[in-house]
């Protein structure tokens, strides 16, 4: 829950929090979530090979999961209290450093905590159902942070004031839900680390070497830089195209991951009856084609149609999170009967930072299309726009993210173990 809690707010409001309230340029603005997430991609990987490694009192993974979770809860209010700098320069400086320390700390707890389940167990159904557990709950912290989110955001009387209020309460629940599992991770018995390590650069080359997993993780990028593309792009679209308040958000994905969560176990039996690709392939033409479908709403389309809409590619987006997963403890299990290792935390680790850089392109690619069309930024969320900026929310709430999302389940075709 807290990792879905952190994830879902960033990736939702953020842009938009950096844009209608803090005056920031779309492209400025773009840059700035860039650059922390496309860190990541270099020290997640990191943080998986040292998990492996690290011999303590406490196991493996735990002593991260601590200061990972304590650093993602300070940071993630820090980023939501800009200071009353001068500049919008000044203000895009603060998020970005803040940014930086925050995805950081959510990497020393995403990648030990995500590489668990491949331990776990030596069956691929039931490590399916372990996954679907973990991803159901994702889900529910996504439904926090992105339903309540923009509530309490509005409740809280918008602007600054309104963000600040919203980014205390959910860091007391990511503290509380991080550290929960911090603490209970210590009396599970996961598989020591092997006795046996090569070097983390050699480590690395052998998982990109690896087919399954290079073909996976490609389709995950893409899928991810969609799923990216199309939350960051969610404000804009319901405020700006649609007429509604912020609160709107919370109701669209409300909608979308309620639906998920409904099918989760519904993935979970398909997955069991025809093999996990082709169900991996099946969501993400689901997810894709929902999204497709969207570029006919405007205002005034009826709301049941969009709502609909919505759920459906909840239905979508959930097989395309639980699936890629699951498929990635199998790799990671037919790996370590060649190999004799256990490399949990190396495959994670490449992993969640192919999970980062799709989810840092997906905003990048709204902020860019944004800038393109002409999108006015304002520091009361006021400013008039231009029909331009309009269709560029739209398309990049619609068919950017769908022609992103159909490219992965392409690529996935190719996926062989």
Known sequence: MGTGLFSSVTGVLLLFFMTDTLGIAAAMAGVVLFIPKFWDVVFDPLVGVASDRTRSRWGRRQPYLLVGGTLSAVAFFALFSVPDLGSAQ??????GIVFFVG????????????????EMSDDPHERTVIMSWRMGFVLLGTIAGAVAGP????????????????????AVLIALAMLTTAVSARSFPLRPASAHTMPAGEQLRLALANRPYFVLLLAYVLVLAGNGAMAAAAPYFCVHVLGGKPDTVGLVFGCLLLAAIAAMPLWVAAARRFGKPGCAIAAALVFGAALALMAVIDRASPPQLFYALCAVAGVGFAGTQL????MLTDVIERDAQRSGLRREGSFTGLFI????AGLALGPLITAAVLSVSGFVPSADGTALQPPSALVGAGLAFSLVPATLVVAGAWVLRRYRL
Not at 106 to 112: E, M
Not at 323 to 326: D, E, N, Q, R, V
């Open 90 to 95: 000044a203000r895009a400086l603060w998020v």
């Open 103 to 118: 995805m950081s700390a959510y990497a020393l707890f995403a990648v030990p905590y995500a590489a668990m389940p491949a």
């Open 151 to 170: 509530m309490v955001v509005q409740a809280a009387g918008g602007g600054r004031e309104g963000y600040r209020t919203m980014g205390a309460a959910l």
């Open 323 to 326: 699936l890629p997963f699951s």
């Open 353 to 356: 930072a192919g999970e980062k």
